[in-house]
Antibody
Framework: QVRLQESGPGLVKPSQTLSLTCSVS??????????WNWIRQPAGGALEWIGR???????KYSPSFQSRVTMSIDTSRDQLSLQLRSVTAADTATYFC???????????WGQGLLVTVSS | DIVMTQSPDSLTVSLGERATINCKSS????????????LAWYQQKPGQPPKLLIY???TRQSGVPDRFSGSGSGTDFTLTISGLQAEDVAVYYC????????FGQGTKVEI
């Protein structure tokens, strides 16, 4: 059974870059048929999709984040990464990595990492 | 973006009774060529990530109790919990994957 685990700083200053890593275990990140996503959720709020990346490194981003997000994948380490630039307090949220089946539904999720943007 | 609107925002149901959650999409999520509705449902308990319950609008994920069922097509969908159990207290989200993924605002189910 695949497991996902987010890691990174829990506190980021405004205007800086939020950088998170998701480590995948139990299955290879290179397994065919899956995409790897970042999704966030403000406290008490709804889920918001940030983007996805495939094993070849091709990424697709939500238009809401297109201008300031970069995702990457390291198949040798079974990790994916998220960089979100120029953060503000509105970016304070729990960030999840999740696997989707062929760009469809999300069948596996990490536990999530709370990131607070504050000086 | 396809906007997903759930109703109600919250509901209180007695143990053993039925809970019904509705989800409406701003445009159809039915792909005519394969007759599949690109709609999933998730359950999220406090401090936990969402858990996939239903996909293709009505297909139950492996291991999900059969008291959970999904129905609907096009723009209108329903998640039904038949015989609510204490462990079903959670927030439930619908999700469309017909276009760039979007989620409903969530429905909180309490006892």
């Amino acid at each position: 059974q695949v497991r996902l685990q987010e890691s990174g700083p829990g506190l980021v200053k405004p205007s800086q870059t939020l950088s998170l890593t998701c480590s995948v275990s139990g299955d290879s990140i290179s397994s065919g048929g899956f995409f790897w996503n970042w999704i966030r959720q403000p406290a008490g709020g709804a889920l918001e999709w940030i983007g996805r990346i495939d094993r070849g490194g091709t990424a697709k981003y939500s238009p809401s984040f297109q201008s300031r997000v970069t995702m990457s994948i390291d198949t040798s380490r079974d990790q994916l990464s998220l960089q979100l630039r120029s953060v503000t307090a509105a970016d304070t949220a729990t960030y999840f990595c999740a696997r989707d089946v062929a760009a469809y539904f999300f069948d596996s999720w990490g536990q999530g990492l709370l990131v607070t943007v504050s000086s | 973006d396809i906007v997903m609107t759930q109703s109600p925002d919250s509901l209180t149901v007695s143990l053993g009774e039925r809970a019904t959650i509705n989800c409406k999409s701003s445009q159809s999520v039915l792909l005519s060529s394969n007759s599949k509705n690109f709609l999933a449902w998730y359950q999220q308990k406090p401090g936990q990530p969402p858990k996939l319950l239903i996909y293709w609008a009505s297909t139950r994920q492996s291991g999900v109790p059969d008291r959970f069922s999904g129905s609907g097509s096009g723009t209108d969908f329903t998640l039904t919990i038949s015989g609510l159990q204490a462990e079903d207290v959670a927030v439930y989200y619908c999700h469309q994957y017909y276009r760039a993924p979007t989620f409903g605002q969530g429905t909180k189910v309490e006892i």
